[in-house]
């Protein structure tokens, strides 16, 4: 009897039920979210895109490790991981930066857009650091493509992604990079 490997999926949704729901969720704001400080150093980097008083949808690029990259020495694919959550981000954030958006703007217009920009398709290096970049990255795409409409709070969530917190020292961007 062959087994064979299901194929890999660079996005998911968890609860996975939950998706229609999730795609059509008015967006109040997005913060983007430092979480504790990685070994290898930098912290480890998110949006979480606010839906109501209680809940949002955080958009989660994270390393598989077990799915070998393409394109980046010994690294791994990443996954994206959209999340139904019952807070708006965990108050153990080391930093939340807010971002506005635009009335009427829902959940599905960021994951379509990161879609279509096949910005889903993404590798980390063989230590699973990549995720400043991918969040820095996707910034200027979300500013760009007006999901987030104050240049300033943008421009406060660049700096913070290249700060280590809590010790707020400068932490350079270890660059990951997109597949096809």
Request: aromatic share 12%; glycine share 6%; with cysteine.
């Amino acid at each position: 009897m062959n087994f064979q490997q299901p194929p890999f999926q660079s996005l998911e949704f968890i609860p996975k039920g939950e998706k229609e729901k999730m795609m059509n969720l008015d967006v109040l704001c997005v913060y983007a979210v430092a979480h504790s400080k990685l070994d290898e150093g930098g912290n480890h980097w998110c949006f979480y895109l606010d839906v109501d008083d209680s809940h949002s949808v955080c958009i989660d690029m994270t390393p598989s490790y077990t799915v070998p990259s393409i394109t980046v020495p010994g690294g791994s694919k990443g996954i994206m991981l959209m999340s139904l959550l019952p807070y708006i981000y965990l108050p153990s954030s080391e930093k939340a930066v807010r971002l506005d958006v635009p009335a009427g703007i829902k959940v599905h217009n960021f994951v379509n857009l990161l879609v279509q920009r096949k910005r889903h398709q993404y590798e980390f290096n063989k230590d699973g650091q990549g995720c400043r970049f991918w969040t820095d990255d996707q910034l200027t795409l979300f500013q760009t493509s007006g999901l987030v409409v104050n240049p300033s709070q943008v421009t406060e969530a660049r700096n913070a992604v290249l700060t280590q917190y809590p010790d707020q020292v400068r932490y350079p961007l270890v660059v990951g990079s997109y597949y096809r």
